[in-house]
Nanobody, 122 residues
Framework: QVQLVESGGGLVQTGGSLRLSCAASGRTASGYAMGWFRQAPGVEREFVATISWSGGTSYYADSVKGRFTISRDNAKTTVYLQMNSLKPEDTAVYYC???????????????WGQGTQVTVSS
């Protein structure tokens, strides 16, 4: 079992930055690819970014490419999402999730955190 806890969300103005963190714990917390997803009200949860266990492979949604960066610190079993040049349409609850491989598909992730709210004001 893997427990995931997100932090770092908040309210920021358009053009601002936030860094989200996701701390993993549990007996088998290591060895997983990690992803970030987001869900706005009335919208399905969507893929944002993912990174392999080694950190050598990462993928991004087109909507965040060039603005967001995913990284990980395996010694701390923590994954980060650096979000720059934020836009109002980035407003959502952001979730981290763990999977065997760096998929971009929600259903392929086994473990999920509770989410952290990101609000970008215009």
């Amino acid at each position: 079992q893997v427990q995931l806890v997100e932090s770092g969300g908040g309210l920021v103005q358009t053009g601002g930055s936030l860094r989200l963190s996701c701390a993993a714990s549990g007996r088998t917390a290591s060895g997983y690819a990690m992803g970030w997803f987001r869900q706005a009200p009335g919208v399905e949860r969507e893929f944002v970014a993912t990174i392999s266990w080694s950190g050598g492979t990462s993928y991004y949604a087109d909507s965040v490419k060039g603005r967001f960066t995913i990284s990980r610190d395996n010694a701390k079993t923590t994954v980060y999402l650096q979000m720059n040049s934020l836009k109002p349409e980035d407003t959502a609850v952001y979730y981290c999730a763990a999977s065997q491989y760096p998929y971009a598909t929600t259903s392929l992730y086994k473990y999920w955190g509770q989410g952290t709210q990101v609000t970008v004001s215009s």
